[in-house]
Each structure stands twice: as structure tokens, then as C-alpha cells.
């Protein structure tokens, strides 16, 4: 008679993913961003490794959680675990038959930057498939399944499979019926300041380096999508401090203006395509790579 006993079993693989990836990034909450989970559900799958293990993994603090010596010693080989499966899937990416292209990318750039490079795209190639997944930070090309991700990232971005778009410069914005009230930049305080939740400080920042006086540089209507607020702005209802790449194209149609031209101001990042590794890339992701970094 056959018997099936049962055997030692490891931790949930959800727990060991959990645990790799806080260590890696140091920290539950960017480790729950990364994995589309809540910093709770990290901190509870940590625990059940921990509890697995026998001894911490980390030593939580009011300043956030470090690794204690059991949780060193440990990370090198999850880290090469999981880039190992990270590797075994694209390969199973890789023998589907249809083949679709994958681009990770804040919302804005996906709403103002990515059409017409798309357009173009499919014109070029009308047998490929797009898929875009708008996300608020980069994903990790070395284990998902994007072919390409755009960011606004450091100017000396140290990945060696980025390209760099092009300065993420920033300036006033406004309808040409607008600009027709705004003769020098003091005028500025008699009219809205359109405010982009993610970039809060973008008008002070301006300010400071154009040597500009504004009396609230802070108060005008805020806006959690900053295509909204370029809609509000091209309604004129009032000035919008421009990101050079997603508002380019409304400048060349006329739809915005520009009514300081000289004075403008380097947020100290780009707009930055990175890529996964070379041995990860498809036959024809340098020529798709070229149509994205062309104008």
C-alpha cells in the first residue's frame, strides 16, 4: 500500500517576496508600493517569516525598519533567487505567440507625452500590440514585464540601460488670453496659480531661481492629475508651472503660451527611458526604442 506522508514545508512564497523586497528597498512602505500591496500586509508577511525563521529579520523603529544581522546574511541569495525567477519568466514571456509591448509610466507622461510617440508606433508597426500601465514609481525591469519604463529621474541616473530624454525644465504656462494680463512677473499675483499635487513645489522653486517675488507661491486651486490642470490652464483659468516635455506639445499647437520666455528653471531630474537588460529585450526593441526617443 502506497503512503504519502507528509513533508517539512518552507515559509509561504508570499512571505519570502514580502521579506525581499522590504530588505532590498528598506522599508515596508516602498516595498508595498513595489508589490501592490498595503505596508500592513508587508509588515504582517515579514512577521510570518520571522515566525517561520525563529529569530528577527528586522528591528522596527519610529524612523522605520533595519536589518538585523539574521536579515543580512539572508538578502544576497533572495535577491539572487528572485532575479533568477524574475529571468525564468521572461523566458516564458518570450515564447507566446503574440507579442505585445509593455511601457510602465507616471500618468502624466502617459496622458501628455505618449500619444503621438504611439501614433507614430503604430503607424510604423500596425501588428503590434500596446499596453500601458500607468504607475507613480518605476518598476524593477530586471523581474516584471515591461519592455520599457518612462520616468522623471536624476540627471546622473547611474542605470546603465537609461536614456536620457532630455532636462526636466520648468517655466510658466498659460492661454494666449491669459498672457495678454501678464506684462511682467509680478502680475503673476493677480492671477492663479495652478498647483500640481505631486509637484507642490514647483512655483517656489521657480521663483527662487527666476528671482521672482510671489505672494502665495502656494495658494492657487490644486489638482491631483497634472493633465487636469493643464486643461484648467488651457481654459484660462490660470497660470500652470510647465514641464517642458508635457507641455510641448500643447505649446506648438497654440493651445499654451509661454509669457516669460527667459525665465525658467531646472528641477535637477529628466525624463529618463529605462530599459530591462540587454539579454531580456526583444528583436525589435532597439528600433521601438528609437521611435520613443525621437521628437
Request: charged content about 15%.
Amino acid at each position: 500500500m502506497a503512503v504519502a506522508p507528509s513533508r517539512p514545508k518552507g515559509p509561504p512564497m508570499t512571505a519570502m517576496r514580502a521579506f525581499e523586497a522590504a530588505a532590498r528597498l528598506q522599508s515596508f512602505v516602498a516595498a508595498a508600493d513595489e508589490l501592490g500591496v498595503s505596508a500592513g500586509a508587508v509588515s504582517q508577511q515579514v512577521k510570518a517569516l520571522e515566525g517561520w525563521v525563529g529569530t528577527p529579520l528586522f528591528r522596527r523603529n519610529p524612523q522605520g525598519v533595519v536589518l538585523t544581522a539574521a536579515g543580512r546574511a539572508l538578502l544576497p541569495s533572495f535577491i539572487a533567487a528572485f532575479d533568477a525567477m524574475g529571468a525564468a519568466t521572461q523566458i516564458l514571456h518570450s515564447l507566446r505567440p503574440s507579442r505585445t509591448l509593455h511601457i510602465a509610466t507616471l500618468p502624466c507622461i502617459a496622458q501628455l507625452w505618449l500619444p503621438s510617440r504611439l501614433r507614430r508606433l503604430r503607424g510604423l508597426m500596425p501588428d503590434l500590440k500596446i499596453s500601458v500601465t500607468a504607475l507613480e514609481t518605476p518598476p524593477n525591469l530586471a523581474r516584471e514585464l515591461f519592455d520599457f519604463a518612462l520616468f522623471f529621474a536624476p540627471h546622473d541616473c547611474s542605470d546603465a540601460e537609461c536614456i536620457n530624454l532630455g532636462s526636466d525644465t520648468i517655466y510658466p504656462v498659460c492661454a494666449p488670453c491669459l498672457a495678454e494680463q501678464l506684462n511682467t512677473p509680478r502680475d503673476l499675483n493677480d492671477v492663479a496659480l495652478l498647483q500640481d499635487q505631486s509637484w507642490a513645489l514647483d512655483w517656489s522653486n521657480w521663483a527662487t531661481a527666476a528671482g521672482v517675488a510671489l505672494d502665495d507661491a502656494q495658494g492657487g486651486p490644486r489638482y491631483s492629475l497634472y493633465s487636469l490642470a493643464m486643461q484648467e490652464a488651457e481654459a484660462g483659468a490660470g497660470v500652470l508651472m510647465g514641464h517642458h516635455s508635457l507641455v510641448a506639445d500643447a505649446l506648438a499647437a497654440h493651445r499654451l503660451v509661454r509669457p516669460y520666455q527667459d525665465l525658467c528653471c531646472d528641477t535637477g531630474k529628466a525624463l529618463i527611458l529605462f530599459q530591462p537588460p540587454t539579454s531580456r529585450r526583444s528583436n525589435d526593441h532597439s528600433a521601438i526604442a528609437d521611435l520613443l526617443c525621437s521628437g
